[in-house]
């Protein structure tokens, strides 16, 4: 295995992948995607930084000398893209029990800003095991916006904001954005700020989801456009309990369309790859899975998540 036939497939790569994102204004973008079964990585480029992850083995630990390896690959990472090593940050992802999904690394790294489409993100390559912007849901952000316009709009698990951030410049009316971490509500916080979006008008508010649904039932709420992306597992003190999407969906698809104006649309999307979605399980959506369409052309790998579009019909 040796790194220089990495080294090479990253500079190819890059070298197509840099053209087409600056045709696209993107400055974040996969450039290696286990391309090469024998190098289990991921390469992310973030502006002029670099965020490369080792995906954990399935024939569990790895041998001795593995360390040695790991540090020349991260080294012919940084020399295909062209970037100092310090540039280029290296993880190890393991595979994610309940709440594990953002949880922090035990360091502090540094915030930076990166722009997608016109838009901008506060992200940090270091500080947790994901950076604060999914790029795998850059085609959905852009699907969301393109039916914002007048809308009042949902997201549910709203991370640091991205969605919002899109349905705003999409022209949506309102928003209201709901996430239980206090962590990743100011982290969209500073997003909505980065963008100018308008707090008056697009509300962050901390709670369960599954809570939130129910009361914002009861009040009567309404909205016309939401967003439902959950972790596949999740675990909080602030929780009633431990979230699995495959488990929980029928109830969180349930509490969105009673939530959603007649003909108001949900996006919602998973990255647990067993998951399997019965259409009896939505009654009163009419949906189609479209994730053939919401994979970003430069993911390899095709299985990165599944997504629905569902419309609400009664």
């Known amino acids: 295995m040796d790194p220089a036939e990495f080294a090479n497939r990253v500079a190819k790569n890059a070298r197509h992948f840099a053209k087409w994102a600056r045709r696209r204004g993107i400055e974040c973008y996969r450039v290696y995607d286990r391309d090469v079964p024998a190098f289990a990585f991921a390469l992310d480029v973030y502006g002029d930084r670099a965020h490369l992850q080792e995906y954990a083995r399935a024939a569990g630990a790895p041998g ?108 949506a009316a309102s928003s209201v954005s709901v996430d239980l971490s206090n962590t990743y509500l100011d982290w969209a916080r500073r997003n909505f700020e980065l963008n100018g979006l308008d707090a008056r008008r697009h509300v962050l508010e901390r709670a369960d989801v599954l809570r939130w649904l129910a009361a914002a039932s ?31 969906y029928p109830e969180l698809l349930a509490g969105c369309r009673e939530l959603l104006a007649p003909g108001g649309v949900l996006y919602f999307s998973t990255n647990l790859r067993t998951f399997r979605l019965d259409p009896a399980a939505a009654p009163g959506l009419a949906g189609e899975e479209i994730t053939a369409r919401t994979v970003p052309e430069d993911f390899r790998n095709r299985r990165i998540h599944r997504s629905w579009r569902f419309v609400r019909v009664s």
Do not use: I
């Open 64 to 171: 001795p000398g593995h360390e040695r390896w790991l540090a020349e690959v991260h080294r012919a990472a940084a020399q295909a893209l062209g970037l100092a090593p310090e540039r280029v940050v290296l993880k190890r992802r393991a595979r994610r029990r309940a709440g594990e999904q953002h949880e922090k690394t035990g360091r502090r790294g540094e915030d930076f800003v990166v722009g997608e489409g016109g838009h901008r993100f506060w992200v940090n390559l270091e500080a947790y095991l994901d950076t604060g912007l999914f790029l795998d849901h850059r085609v959905t952000r852009a699907m969301v916006a393109s039916e914002a316009a007048g809308k009042r709009f949902l997201n549910l698990f709203s991370y640091t904001g991205s969605f919002t951030v899109y349905a705003a410049s999409g022209g």
């Open 218 to 248: 009861t009040a009567g709420r309404r909205f016309d456009l939401a967003v439902l992306d959950p972790p596949a597992f999740s675990a909080s003190k602030a929780m009633a309990g431990v979230l699995d999407v495959q488990r929980d």
